[in-house]
């Protein structure tokens, strides 16, 4: 999900501290929440989010759903979620989707959890784009389309997000949803790894195996290029392996 253990609101507040027209109450709570004093910064949260600030109900419900300043409740993040994402805002409409996914907070519905992933991949959401291409995969909440599963990884992967670009690799090194191609998959895999993404490291060192000295330079030559567009830093060396038995466990929601 948009959380993660330790930075779990930090990157959500460098989303919404640029252009919002209250950014210095969200200086305040970035100071709070830098302090450790997640209560004052839930207070200054809610004050906002009673104005329909979106942005804030948007990270309220994120301190409600990992028990940050408040009591954790599921139910309390999923109604400050809906607000935000009733506005437009892509972030809470995807993590709503999570909630519905979940079937935390509120009555599991995969149907809705797509409708939801989808409005906010079409918003341009990097993380809903995973998170929507995971969906055909599966067939959760729709019917199971490769194709258009491996197009969503693509844009996903295309807007920096590693998850995005890891899923993207083993779609290339399978044949899932697109043409097989190796150098791809080692580029893209090796784009996730200059992220220090673990797995796609040990993705690297299986691929590295499996594949042919011309399709090493080639796929070499195919990261470069990504490495130049995308502004990528040098990864770290490969590891491994992470196989294609363990295909079912690349996946993970964000």
Request: hydrophobic letters at 40%.
């Amino acid at each position: 999900m948009l959380n993660n253990k330790k930075f779990w609101i930090a990157g959500a507040l460098s989303l919404v501290l640029n252009g919002t027209a209250l950014a210095a109450t969200m200086e305040e709570v970035a100071a709070a929440i830098k302090e450790e004093k997640f209560g004052r910064a839930a207070r200054l949260l809610t004050e906002m989010a009673n104005t329909g600030d979106a942005e804030a109900q948007f990270l309220l419900a994120l301190m409600f759903e990992n028990g940050r300043g408040v009591t954790q409740n599921y139910r309390e993040a999923f109604q400050w979620y809906k607000k935000a994402a009733d506005q437009g805002l892509a972030s809470a409409q995807n993590n709503l989707a999570q909630l519905y996914s979940q079937g935390k907070g509120v009555k599991q519905d995969f149907q809705e959890a797509f409708r939801l992933y989808r409005r906010a991949a079409e918003a341009g959401s990097p993380i809903a784009q995973y998170n929507l291409g995971v969906r055909y995969m599966k067939g959760e909440g729709v019917e199971q389309n490769f194709q258009e599963g491996a197009k969503w990884y693509h844009k996903a992967a295309e807007a920096g997000n590693m998850h995005g670009q890891f899923s993207l690799a083993y779609s290339y090194a399978t044949g899932e949803g697109l043409e097989k191609s190796m150098p791809d998959a080692f580029a893209w895999a090796k784009a996730a790894s200059a992220k220090r993404f673990q797995r796609a490291q040990q993705f690297v060192g299986y691929l590295m195996s499996q594949m042919s000295e011309e399709e090493l330079e080639a796929g070499e030559k195919l990261f470069q290029e990504l490495k130049a567009k995308m502004n990528l830093s040098e990864p770290p060396p490969p590891a491994g392996p992470i196989g294609y038995s363990d295909g079912a466990g690349l996946q993970q929601e964000e």
